[in-house]
């Protein structure tokens, strides 16, 4: 089975900074990778999704993530955040079937 | 944009007690699921179903529980004899597609409360 790591589990960033969230899973088996977000009292939501192609993607509200086969993992970025960024993020990855494996969470908060 | 609604927010129960967690998934989408989170752990796959059957189950789902999708619309948990160790956040999902490329759309979750 896998294993997935999220190595912080607070990141506390000021506005307009960078931020990289951290993720490494433990299978080289061929993968699919998620990164999902929750804010306070909802559901956990897509953010982007690594599948095949192109190792970087990108998600609508400026995150971004890179697929590293070597190093197993798939970091999630973002330039500048927000405050509106503070929430939790859950790494997760799936080998094909339905279930999905998931890290144990980073809770970023924004610090105005 | 469609969504999965989970009731109830929070429940509250005394160990024994049999509860339900209840779940209804987006309406166009054949595969449902069943994950929990324990506060501070990781969240984990309890159980996925399609077809009006158990399709993926993990050893966390042992005989204690069950699901159930009894009409077109809702998508139930439940838990026969709650142990304190039940005490969790439970997810409820829903995709379109098999497989792991599909993307979950998940609810918001019940927080179950075992005393």
């Known amino acids: 089975a896998q294993s997935v790591t999220q190595l912080d589990s607070q990141v506390p960033v000021f506005e307009e900074a960078p931020v990289e969230l951290r993720c490494n899973y433990s299978?080289?088996?061929?993968?699919?990778l998620f990164w999902y977000v929750q804010y306070p009292n909802q559901g956990l939501q897509l953010l982007l999704k690594?599948?095949?192609?192109?190792?970087l993607v990108e998600s609508i509200n400026g995150f971004e993530a890179e697929f590293n086969k070597s190093q197993t993992s798939f970091h999630l970025r973002k330039p500048s955040v927000h405050i509106s960024d503070t929430a939790e993020y859950f790494c997760?990855?799936?080998?094909?079937?339905?279930?999905?494996?998931f890290g144990t969470g980073t809770s970023l908060t924004v610090i105005p | 944009e469609p969504e999965v609604t989970q009731t109830p927010s929070h429940q509250v129960t005394q160990m024994g007690q049999e509860v339900i967690l209840r779940c209804v998934p987006i309406?166009?989408?054949?595969?449902f699921y069943w994950y929990r989170q324990i506060l501070g752990q990781k969240v984990e796959f309890l159980v996925s179903f399609y077809n009006n059957e158990i399709s993926e189950k993990s050893e966390i789902f042992d005989d204690q529980f069950s699901v159930e999708r009894p009409d077109g619309s809702n998508f139930t948990l439940k838990i026969r004899s709650t142990k304190l160790e039940d005490s969790a956040m439970y997810f409820c999902?829903?995709?379109?597609?098999?497989?792991?490329?599909?993307?979950?759309?998940f609810g918001s979750g019940t927080r179950l409360t075992v005393v």
């Open positions: 690594y599948l095949s192609g192109s190792t």
């Open positions: 309406s166009n989408h054949l595969y």
């Open positions: 997760a990855v799936s080998e094909g079937g339905n279930q999905f494996y």
């Open positions: 299978s080289s088996v061929s993968v699919y």
């Open positions: 999902a829903s995709s379109d597609r098999w497989g792991g490329q599909a993307g979950y759309t």
